[in-house]
Nanobody, 124 residues
Framework: QVRLVESGGRPVQAGGSLRLSCSASGRTFSDSAMGWFRQAPGREREFVASIRGITGRITYLDSVKGRFTIFRDNAKNTVFLQMSSLKPEDTAVYYC?????????????????WGQGTQVTVSS
């Protein structure tokens, strides 16, 4: 059984930084693509960032480029999302997801397993 557990979300002031972590178990992590998504109240789940398994290719949502960094530690089966210069519009529940094969990296329907989410609240 694949299990993803996110952590690191908390309230923070605008301009601050947070590091989210997602620990995976139950499958070969290094070959899998990992994604971070977020969902604000009343809005659809939104792609934030992804990192492929074999190539390590990284993709970001335009609005987080230069502020967020995704990276992974395959030895620890963990993917991270380093967030800086946070804005109130970044407030959401952040989810990590994993998939063995993906064509469209930003499409949440192509991810197989999801974590439970971690709340990030950015106050102005």
């Amino acid at each position: 059984q694949v299990r993803l557990v996110e952590s690191g979300g908390r309230p923070v002031q605008a301009g601050g930084s947070l590091r989210l972590s997602c620990s995976a178990s139950g499958r070969t992590f290094s070959d899998s693509a990992m994604g971070w998504f977020r969902q604000a109240p009343g809005r659809e789940r939104e792609f934030v960032a992804s990192i492929r398994g074999i190539t390590g290719r990284i993709t970001y949502l335009d609005s987080v480029k230069g502020r967020f960094t995704i990276f992974r530690d395959n030895a620890k089966n963990t993917v991270f999302l380093q967030m800086s210069s946070l804005k109130p519009e970044d407030t959401a529940v952040y989810y990590c997801a994993i998939t063995a094969a993906v064509m469209e990296i930003s499409d949440p329907t192509q991810y197989e397993y999801w974590g439970q989410g971690t709340q990030v609240t950015v106050s102005s």
